[in-house]
């Protein structure tokens, strides 16, 4: 009950494109649903979050849409870029907590 | 990297012998959080600490200790490592709030 489970492991999407990345969750207790983006060799950066009083979240690009009663969120990100090329997790925890539970990861490759 | 440093960043140690991972932080967040990372599992909590002596078990805590007497430093021991501890690992912190966690920049530790 503890997991999140990412879709894809691995996506390709060409320059312009919408890339997206599917995350579901069993615990229904959950209220914080951040994601993070990681570049080679370096430590995971927070990107964008939400929490299941709405259902949709736009920062610039990058939109998470959250759908609470099939326990799922996703990341959509508008127009991808080759600099967007990284591996991006998605999370889920109680927000009191800060036990992050974090999903498989997904690595993106934008093509120029 | 939100003011976090970890050190070393590389280790080759063998197996049985001990080892300490180091977290400085200079932002005086209350929260600290070792994960590690590895393929196919995202990044797992090892043990976290929610003020100067404070702990608690993670997700995957057996093989791993902590302690926390400054506020600035969390340390990461292993006291007899084995090489299914080979891992990246990460260590982030979060102030106010607890899920709103930033990383640093990651220490590989190679069990041989």
């Known amino acids: 009950q503890q997991q999140v489970k990412q879709s894809p492991q691995s996506l390709i999407v060409q320059k312009g494109g919408i890339s997206i990345i599917n995350c579901a969750y069993e615990n229904t207790a959950f209220d914080y649903f951040p994601w993070y983006q990681q570049f080679p060799g370096k430590g995971p950066a927070l990107l964008i979050a939400?929490?299941?009083?709405?259902s949709e979240k736009k920062e610039g690009r990058f939109t998470i849409s959250f759908n609470k009663s099939a326990k799922q969120f996703s990341l959509h990100i508008m127009d991808s870029q080759p600099g967007d090329s990284a591996t991006y997790f998605c999370?889920?925890?109680?927000?009191?907590?800060?036990?992050?539970?974090f999903g498989q990861g997904t690595t993106l490759q934008v093509k120029p | 990297d939100a003011g976090i440093t970890q050190s070393p960043r590389h280790k080759v140690t063998e197996t049985g012998t001990p080892v300490t991972l180091r977290c400085h932080q200079t932002?005086?967040?209350?929260?600290m959080y070792w994960y590690r990372q590895d393929p196919g599992h995202g990044l797992r909590l090892i043990h976290y600490?929610?003020?100067?002596?404070?702990?608690d078990k993670g997700e995957v805590s057996d093989g791993y200790s902590v302690s926390r007497s400054k506020t600035e430093d969390f340390l990461l021991t292993l006291e007899s490592a084995t090489s299914s501890q080979t891992s990246v690992y990460f260590c982030?912190?979060?102030?106010?709030?607890?899920?709103?966690?930033?990383f640093g920049p990651g220490t590989r530790l190679t069990v041989t």
């Open positions: 600490s929610y003020g100067v002596k404070d702990t």
């Open positions: 932002e005086n967040h209350r929260y």
């Open positions: 982030a912190i979060s102030g106010l709030a607890p899920s709103e966690q930033y």
């Open positions: 939400i929490r299941p009083d709405v």
């Open positions: 999370a889920a925890t109680i927000s009191n907590t800060g036990k992050l539970i």
